[in-house]
């Protein structure tokens, strides 16, 4: 499964989206990285990805299991006007990150990636934006192959480019939903969900922002009226197997003059717990309140953040009840943390480097199935390199 904040992920998407060089993808993964003690307190940095000259960012993470875990990475350099770019792929497979090279006769077809999903190491896919939205790239555990898809399944939004919410459980199925507005007219939208090598047209109750999935019978996605009304409020969607339901989320009690509200970071463990973070940006200073809100089957709670936080990047479950966020801030040494809340407490984790990095930023976290435990991902700076971002990623066993 993969699940991203629409904003973030628009952006990587359109930070990937060019052409291919030709060249087949390879990456350039380091050996496993020593982490300076006490510093991360249980989360740890196995390896690096670079350098190579340029900027490489993380575009998505996914992990299905202990011993399956995919991400992958986009690479510009030199970054600028004549900037090339290339695309590659890296497996976790129990014990270490592995490249998953893209032949270059079908680098096209990953170059301009706008949503990946994979259910295990033998099932992974690679979609597409642009002219090419109707083929998909996938991995059957030897090799890529090139699949056409519906053209109603991948489309994209007013931004200028393609961000999907994938979530893939092999042979139960596979959901692909495309996030975001299509239209400024009032128009339906469709989720795609692909079984028994059949794709499943099926109606939304409203516009999908992001999308959050338990299981093929239970998931759940953000989203606003498909009326566009002039100030829309987002509600929650949730799909039980059958059919659609919505709830609705709360108003927040209070919000100052001149404030903007966002509600993002969808995270879902099943239809009595889901997590959504709201943020209230007021004035020309960015002074912000976040909280978190809770569902727990029954009624909405407000959960508030347990340290000073300039603010809350990604959401995750940890396997039992709890959250783990990427948070940033607060103060002139900009910081990047790991808060955890579970039973009530939270716990706050600085986010290690290496021994010769410096943590740049963390812009993906994903729960284990089955597992305590978290992945993340992000940017590293070497120590003395003003040009080279290494791509970065964090795990942490429960």
């Known amino acids: 499964m993969s699940r991203r904040r629409i904003i973030r992920v628009l952006a990587a998407a359109a930070a990937t989206a060019c052409t291919a060089t030709g060249a087949a993808f390879q990456a350039g993964v380091a050996s496993a990285a020593t982490v300076p003690a006490g510093t991360g ?106 699949q056409a898809i519906p053209t109603w399944v991948v489309k994209g939004n007013l931004s200028g480019t393609t961000s999907l919410g994938v979530a893939d459980f092999g042979r139960d199925g596979m959901w692909v939903i495309s996030e975001g507005q299509q239209s400024f007219q009032s128009m339906t939208y469709f989720g795609g969900f692909f079984h028994q090598g059949r794709w499943n047209k099926i109606r939304l109750p409203g516009l999908p922002g992001q999308v959050a999935a338990v299981s093929p019978a239970d998931l759940w996605v953000l989203g606003t009226p498909s009326s566009l009304p002039p100030h829309p409020r987002q509600f929650l969607m949730h799909w039980n197997g059958h059919g659609w339901s919505t709830l609705s989320i709360p108003k927040p009690s209070t919000i100052p003059p001149n404030s903007v509200e966002y509600v993002r970071d969808l995270v879902a463990a099943g239809p009595r717990d889901v997590w959504l973070q709201r ?90 199935p089955g597992t305590s435990s978290e992945w993340a991902a992000g940017g590293l700076l070497p120590v003395g390199s003003s040009v080279d971002v290494l791509g970065g990623i964090w795990g942490r066993r429960g």
């Open 41 to 146: 307190s249980g989360w740890r940095v196995p390896t690096t990805v670079g350098p190579l000259h340029g900027v490489t960012s993380v575009v998505n993470l996914v992990a299905t299991s202990r011993t399956n875990a995919w991400s992958t990475w986009g690479v510009c350099s030199p970054c600028g006007s004549t900037e090339k770019r290339t695309f590659r792929v890296q497996r976790w497979n129990g014990s270490a990150w592995k490249v998953v090279p893209v032949p270059a006769r079908l680098a096209r077809y990953a170059i301009n990636s706008a949503g990946f999903g994979a259910s295990s190491g033998k099932d992974a896919w690679l979609f597409n934006a642009g002219k090419i939205a109707d083929k998909a790239l996938h991995w059957n555990g030897t090799r890529w192959a090139v």
């Open 279 to 368: 943020d209230i940006e007021t004035g020309s200073q960015g002074a912000r309140t976040l909280y978190l809100l809770h569902w727990d089957g029954k009624s909405w709670h407000r959960v508030p953040l347990g340290e000073p936080t300039s603010g809350v990047d990604e959401m995750a479950r940890d396997g039992h009840g709890g959250v783990w966020l990427v948070a940033n801030g607060p103060g002139p040494a900009f910081s990047w943390f790991f808060d955890h809340f579970s039973g009530g407490q939270w716990t706050r984790k600085l986010a290690p480097s290496t021994a010769t990095t410096t943590v740049q930023e963390v812009t993906r976290l994903v729960w284990v």
